[in-house]
């Protein structure tokens, strides 16, 4: 089973998403990917960010580790620490095209927090849920 590692960048009250146009459907999802061999999830967490996003992050510490459509996935509360927010160049954007259905196309948003709670499509539901009540009840410990 391959892992995953998340992001969860908030600015300003504000959540860094990819928003995806795939097979068909919209949909809003957390910027991260798999592990590759030889990373720990914590470096695999800031490779995706610099790789979707075109952010450079640090990793203030680990807040959720689900399980999610079969797979593990970790995610990480992060800081900005430099960057162009946009500018990703990973695999996502030079493979996917928008005539194609099955690759869709990726993009970069950033959504107010409070929306999270509103919505029915970002994905997993679980750590939108616990972002958008991290913003009355902080995250825990």
Known sequence: MRIRAGIILIEEGKIALMERHRAGRHYFSF????????ESVEQA???EAYE????????????????????????FL???VGGIFGTGTG??????????PWSGVYI????PIA?????GDVFPAAIADLVAG????????
């Open 108 to 111: 970069p948003v950033w959504m």
């Open 52 to 75: 979707e996003l075109g952010d450079e992050v640090r990793i203030r510490k680990k807040v959720a580790e689900i399980v999610y459509n079969g797979r593990i996935q970790h995610y």
């Open 78 to 80: 992060v800081e900005w």
């Open 134 to 141: 991290s913003m009355t009840k902080g995250w825990s410990e």
């Open 115 to 119: 929306e999270l709670a509103m919505r």
């Open 91 to 100: 695999e996502e954007f030079t493979r996917s095209h928008p005539n194609d």
């Open 45 to 47: 967490a800031i490779r």
């Open 31 to 38: 910027p991260g990917g798999g592990v590759d061999r030889g």
